[in-house]
């Protein structure tokens, strides 16, 4: 069965929300039966393979401007689908997988209101 993870959307960054196009209760990370592995936020989506998901661990308190919204880092290539600043997952993949921009990524941050169930299903990674 197809296990879906929606966002936990904090309300007071409503405009963001508005201006990503984002359709709560139908945005999320859908971890599918047929292999696949899809994190959508409004317009933007990733979608790669369960196989090459690396596991996952959960991240906490971010500053919300680095969090809220679809953005790549600054830092490295990681990507982020935030809904809200307190708790988060952190997926890795092993092999980059294209999101946003020109560069692919090798992480995938997701703001999900379930984290330990999507960490549970997609497996431990030591926090990077």
Do not use: Q
Not at 81 to 95: I, Q, S
């Amino acid at each position: 069965m197809d296990r879906f993870f929606p966002y936990d959307v904090d309300k007071r960054f409503l405009p963001v929300w508005l201006a990503c196009g984002l359709k709560e209760g139908k945005d999320g990370v859908t971890v599918a039966d047929d292999g696949t592995f899809l994190a959508t936020l409004g317009w933007f989506r990733l979608l790669t393979t369960v196989d090459n998901v690396d596991g996952a661990h959960i991240t906490r308190d971010y500053r919300w401007w680095t969090a809220v919204g679809p953005r790549m880092s600054l830092a490295d290539d990681g990507l982020t689908f935030g809904t809200n600043a307190k708790v988060g997952v952190c997926v890795h993949f092993r092999e980059r997988v294209s999101g946003l921009g020109p560069r692919p990524h090798s992480a995938l941050t997701v703001t999900v209101a379930d984290p330990e169930g999507l960490v549970a299903l997609l497996g431990e990674a030591d926090a990077r």
